[in-house]
């Protein structure tokens, strides 16, 4: 401890430093080939003018001027000049894209102006509430990457379980949704689903969509790509379809088909929540205040006036009770009420994965064969499907209330639905998918049953990590193929699942891994664990 | 958010990389000359094979293994092969220097292990309470820099104000001593004072050490460098001597002299208080268990048996009332009991600065001016000394209670004590200071009385903030000079204080701050804030 501790700014302020190409303080700008991923890094040398006369720290952060973009940056002081010279201001790979202009363009640094909401946030560590402007505050800071991963965590620790009461959770929602685009589909009625997630396998968005949107609603989906699970939307789709795609495609695609399966990354729908799942993700946060703030952000921001939320309950789900459900969905309510959303959450059967198939390749072969009527299409993923359209085109005022299985039912048997996607897939850039021979990991093994009885568990979460382990979702074709669930007999000896992969070496951290705990439990039949769920 | 969500682990389990030097994943170790501060940066090429066959991303944390020495480091991918070419492993300045070998030395790279001790911080990011093994582990991983910003930040943000009880700090203080090395002295009483911070020009550390020293007492005291205040004790001795000692000669002085005032950095006597303060402090967090913590840790580990401690409160000191004072009191005593430390708490005047220079050689001046019994020192500063010496002084057990503070007062007024304080400057290497021409900044300007009245409050906060911008403590001779303290009356155009500077920028930057606000509260004799001071 420092004897002393009056506490001045944390960084000294500064005016801003003289126009960019006039005066002393201009260097020419040098891309420094390191790729350091999201965090723009500033390189200058110990001998740059600039450096000594602004009392710069490694590490310190600064602000980076070019052709009047302004980024900031995290400093880091070079002793090499052919790395970067004394008159140069070198900057990483991705913040020199940011800039938008050549090498050698005059560019000027400055100190950083610490974030303006760094005492909202110090009175939200020390467990006070926060009011609308503090919470437009810190978002404003956070999506304009003001502050620092010191900051960003200790917001997302501080605002964790329990710190946020329901009106702070509409405020930060809200002003998430006001720092980023916000899209108007000029329409009445725009639906869309979400999964709080937690279980593999669960791709219904690929045969909800088709479904509603060939009923004529409006479901402009945008997904993510899994970050610690074995697929998300993004990566199972774009087994078949590109899902990158520029926002104006997406429009016509949308106007065209009533309905898209694409990756929401470009959209910038919700920058602030981008930011904070970066800290997020590493801690395995996931309060329920900011999982509504997050979800109901990116759809309020996408322009969905309508939203189906599935909340799974199950031992390895999420949500681990139902009295942990039932809280949830009132928090979703009270927030989505607040924003005039109109929201319908199910609480669902979340003890186990969703199909077979585990892994892009594999769970994009389910969701077709579900499509096509296959008699191989898990018949769990084709009924959970059905139950969430039905209940998605009960928002259709014209539609009555308990018709909305029949008719999504009928959409899908007739063969509408598969239509529908398959126009989304062409439209979107059809990749060309067999479900009758799919693109799987060339290496395999099976795991057994080392008893014979009744399956009484399989573990959500042990299972991703064997898919994760295999190469998924980086490897496509990598996964776990289960052959069977919940309920079923097996005989010792027989086959639980198969696991592909690509490689020799994520085959091995698969099968060690399967080895350690095969993730599913045999026992009698009394010994199954009871769901209660609404539907 | 991602619609799946099972948490595999944080990064995959790789088996250890091959044996650095043999096989195909050894690389020659480059030196890459830049400066990353505290933070390891590995450099990979983005075509180098164990980056291709690993599948490691921008940012993961990897381990570097080279002639036996392991380190973390933060993976930055490049694309230049002038800075790192595809067969060599590029490392950050510090973390070259870490490894202690030659350029072009063979070396491996490997995905760093997560920490073990992360489900623990999970739990107490989830509130609950830890045990000592949890603490031990995560002190652990801490000191051996396996926590990530993102989980130091989450573990002392989970553990601030009120989140952890009393035997949870003395977990965490043991744990902390255990990490570290711990100094024996071999004497039966080991003194040591320490102040918790937050008072400008509170430099009684340099008076009290050589009394106590001249008493006999053994008094090893080594002190922190400022980080957010104007001047810590090692930036003030600094100003008369020299105080970055190798360790071995810092033992030969204390036995020599009974004491000494050095820079406590080198010693490495709490290596996870030294981590968690890099987030700490940027936070601004002071919590009341990480100060005891971070305290009674240091203490331990430097050998002392006795120990004083002093708590300042006043409207801008850290502590800002009686009960508040007194809860942290406790703190420290239940956690020094279970320590088995000596200690003994002073509650004291913190409504003001203490002296009247503010700044490393300002202070200087003050403490050599009460050393030689100038008429010019500051009265409240040797007051305070003495005070403080005299309860030191009574850990001798030859002393008896109630006379410590006529034997100080003996001991200063004697020369004695400037006589040991000159004997310890000239042992740590001095730097030759006059106190009658003190090296202060050559630009100055005075703030002067607005009104007439008595001096009812000075903003320790203020006043620090105003000394940083004129360039303490990195300026030695900058800094703030009081010209009338606390009760003291004042006719409007008579000057507060006069500040000094070394650039006429920084006297820009402190002549702002004083400009929007003095530190000053004039008013009558009757609005004087009221202190309780025990002794």
Not at 153 to 180: C, H, I, K, P, W
């Amino acid at each position: 401890m420092n004897e002393e501790n009056a506490q001045p700014p944390r960084t000294r302020h500064r005016p801003p430093a003289a126009e960019e190409g006039a005066g002393p303080t201009a260097l020419a700008l040098r891309r420094v080939a390191i790729d350091t991923y999201r965090e723009n890094v500033a390189y200058l040398h110990r001998d740059c003018p600039v450096y000594r006369a602004e009392g710069f720290q490694a590490l310190s952060k600064v602000e980076v001027c070019a052709n009047g973009q302004r980024i900031l940056a995290t400093l880091n002081v070079v002793d090499d000049e052919s790395i970067v010279g004394c008159r140069e201001l070198g900057v990483s790979e991705d913040a020199f894209a940011q800039l938008g202009v050549a090498d050698g363009h005059p560019a000027s640094v400055s100190q950083a102006e610490p974030p303006g909401s760094i005492p909202a946030l110090h009175r939200k560590i020390n467990g006070e509430r926060l009011d609308r402007d503090d919470f437009r505050a810190i978002v404003r800071d956070i999506a304009e990457h003001r502050y620092s991963k010191i900051e960003l965590t200790a917001f997302v620790v501080a605002s964790n379980q329990g710190e946020l009461d329901r009106e702070e959770v509409y405020f930060l929602t809200d002003a998430m949704v006001e720092t980023g685009r916000r899209l108007d589909w000029h329409e009445r009625l725009v639906v869309d689903k979400h999964c709080i997630g937690g279980i593999p396998g669960n791709r219904t968005s690929m045969l909800v969509v088709p479904i509603v949107a060939a009923h004529g609603m409006l479901c402009p989906k945008t997904s993510s790509r899994a970050i610690t699970s074995p697929a998300g939307t993004a990566d199972t789709m774009e087994v078949l379809a590109t899902v990158e795609l520029p926002f104006e495609r997406l429009g016509e695609i949308v106007r065209e088909h009533r309905g898209c399966l694409a990756w929401g990354g470009t959209a910038r729908l919700s920058p602030a929540d981008d930011v904070l799942i970066s800290v997020e993700r590493p801690l395995s946060i996931d309060s329920p205040g900011q999982m509504v703030a997050s979800i109901l952000s990116k759809k309020t921001a996408a322009g969905s006036t309508h939203l189906l939320l599935d909340i799974p309950v199950g031992p390895t789900a999420k949500v681990r009770s139902m009295p942990e459900a039932q809280r949830l969905r009132k928090l979703f309510q009270y927030v989505a009420s607040r924003l005039n959303l109109v929201l319908d959450v199910v609480i669902t059967d979340g003890r186990q994965p969703v199909g077979y198939g585990i892994g892009p390749a594999l769970e994009a072969r389910d969701v077709m064969r579900v499509l096509e009527c296959d008699p191989r299409a898990p018949n769990d993923l084709r009924q959970k499907a059905l139950r969430l359209a039905g209940r998605m085109l009960e928002f259709d005022p014209d539609v009555r209330g308990g018709d909305g299985f029949a008719i999504a039912r009928d959409i899908l048997d007739s063969g509408r639905a598969a239509a529908k996607m398959d126009a989304i897939i062409r439209a979107q850039g059809a990749r060309g998918f067999d479900h009758n021979a799919p693109p799987l990991g060339r290496l395999s093994f099976e795991v057994f049953a080392a008893e014979s009885g009744v399956v009484t568990g399989i573990d959500n979460l042990q299972i991703a990590r064997i898919a994760r382990f295999a190469g998924a979702p980086k490897i496509a074709g990598a996964g776990v193929d289960l052959m069977c669930k919940l309920g079923e007999s097996v005989v010792a000896g027989e086959p639980l699942y198969r696991v592909h992969a690509g490689y020799p070496a994520d085959l091995e951290f698969a099968r060690e891994a399967s080895a350690r705990a095969t993730g599913f439990t045999l026992g009698t039949a009394d010994e199954l664990p009871h769901v209660f769920v609404e539907f």
